[in-house]
């Protein structure tokens, strides 16, 4: 079994690939031949910190030069400060690949599964990006989602370091990038992705323009949530990676009003890639995410198999 540290996952993935991976594992998720693990917590206050442990996990079949591999991404929270590892297993002979530190493409697996939707769904002429948050899951989706539409500006709105983090983006990106108030930015963005802890929606989903691509990414808690119900219900589709998980553990549909999300409008992401609806040039489109370990152990897969472990 090999151990595989940051550095070295460092050097063989970046964000292309990521984008590439983890939109073969979605469309097997969508064909049945991938199984997901929900996530498990366990949390208890100790020496006056808050501490949890969470596990969460996949089976992914085949895909070309890659092997089946099962997996599991096993994580510590500390006061909120996070560490990620995941152990991936042979499906021919159930041993052990590899041990990965994960802190590295978990950085990137949210931005690239939000990345795969927005290809699939955002309008293909969308021209305006809006960030809510200057994190590091902020940066990322805006690097992510600058590959697969041609953005001509962005817009940033954070309830701190906008200023800089607008500055920051322009830089790496090489486009203009504004400091926004939440009303400009839900109102002026083709595309627009929330990545913050808000536990309250963000903006008023009447300022929406229609035709926009909406990725909900900052919580995976059934008590938190950045999208409000208005948008919720002026959406034509809701998209989710997974249904199971989506229904216990994303605050913006837990605590979404009844009816407010009608039936055959929540569906999962490898479902729409195996089989595209048709969309209106006019539809807003929602797409929810809590992270999944199939995401997780797609891009583990990916990096041991650059390493030479599978």
């Known amino acids: 079994m090999q151990s595989i540290t940051e550095a070295q996952v460092a050097t063989v993935l970046d964000l292309s690939s990521a984008i590439s991976a983890l939109r073969e594992a979605f469309l097997q998720h969508g064909r049945g031949q991938a199984q997901v693990l929900a996530r498990h917590r366990a949390m208890a206050p100790i020496g006056g910190a808050s501490l949890a442990i969470s596990a969460m996990g996949a089976i992914l079949d085949a895909d070309g030069a890659l092997p089946a591999v099962l997996g599991t991404k096993v994580y510590s929270a500390r006061n909120g400060k996070y560490n990620f590892l995941v152990s991936l297993f042979s499906a021919n002979t159930g041993e052990a690949i590899a041990t990965l530190e994960a802190n590295e493409f978990t950085r990137l697996r949210t931005a690239a599964a939000t990345a795969v939707a927005a290809d699939l769904l955002a309008l293909p002429d969308a021209r305006t990006l809006a960030v809510f948050g200057a994190g590091i899951q902020g940066r990322a989706h805006a690097q992510a989602l600058a590959r697969v539409r041609r953005f001509e500006r962005v817009l940033v709105c954070a309830r701190s370091g906008s200023e800089a983090f607008a500055a920051e983006l322009q830089a790496s990106l090489g486009l203009p990038v504004q400091a926004v108030d939440a009303a400009t930015a839900a109102s002026q963005a083709d595309v627009i992705a929330t990545a913050t802890r808000s536990p309250v929606p963000l903006f008023d989903g009447a300022l929406v323009r229609p035709g926009a691509f909406v990725a909900a990414v900052g ?92």
Do not use: F, M
Request: net charge negative; charged share 25%; hydrophobic share 50%.
């Open 219 to 310: 919580s995976s808690t059934a008590k938190a949530r950045e999208l409000d119900d208005t948008l919720l219900g002026r959406a034509a589709l809701v998209a989710v990676e997974w249904q199971e998980a989506a229904l216990h553990e994303a605050g913006d549909i837990v605590q979404a009003a009844p009816g407010v999300i009608a039936p055959g409008r929540l569906v999962e992401l490898g479902e729409l890639l195996v089989n595209a609806r048709p969309r209106a040039a006019q539809d807003i489109i929602v797409y929810k995410s809590v992270g999944i370990g199939l995401e997780d152990v797609a891009l583990a897969r990916l990096v041991a198999h650059r390493l030479g472990a599978c």
